[in-house]
């Protein structure tokens, strides 16, 4: 079972940057598919960006494009997020998600993902 702790998250004026990272404990993250899923208070979950385990397909919700990128190092067995020109509708908290056996039409659906981290806050002011 693979254990995924976030960090990274934090407060920063609109405009800046972030990158969130995810680690893998007592665990590999090779054959998984990550993503990173963002929850806001009385909002739902919503699928911000994922990549394959082999890293060469990635997908982003419409809203960060252009300005979020997500990358993984199998090696290290980590994710990350980087988050460019952050918004105040970029604040939630942010979980790091894998799963097995994805299909691509299925990666952008946080119920996807078996496992999840615990998740870091991010909070962009205006």
């Known amino acids: 079972q693979v254990q995924l702790v976030e960090s990274g998250g934090g407060l920063v004026q609109a405009g800046g940057s972030l990158r969130l990272s995810c680690a893998a404990a007592?665990?590999?993250?090779?054959?998984?598919?990550m993503a990173w899923i963002r929850q806001a208070p009385g909002k739902d979950r919503e699928f911000v960006a994922g990549?394959?385990?082999?890293?060469?397909?990635?997908r982003y919700a419409d809203s960060v494009k252009g300005r979020f990128t997500i990358s993984r190092d199998n090696a290290k067995n980590t994710a990350h997020l980087q988050m460019n020109n952050l918004k105040p509708d970029d604040s939630a908290i942010y979980s790091c998600?894998?799963?097995?056996?994805?299909?691509?039409?299925?990666?952008?659906?946080?119920?996807?993902?078996?496992?999840w981290g615990r998740g870091t806050q991010v909070t962009v002011s205006s």
């Open positions: 998600a894998a799963g097995r056996g994805i299909i691509l039409s299925s990666m952008t659906s946080p119920s996807s993902y078996a496992y």
């Open positions: 007592g665990g590999t993250l090779n054959g998984y598919t």
């Open positions: 990549i394959r385990s082999s890293g060469g397909t990635t």
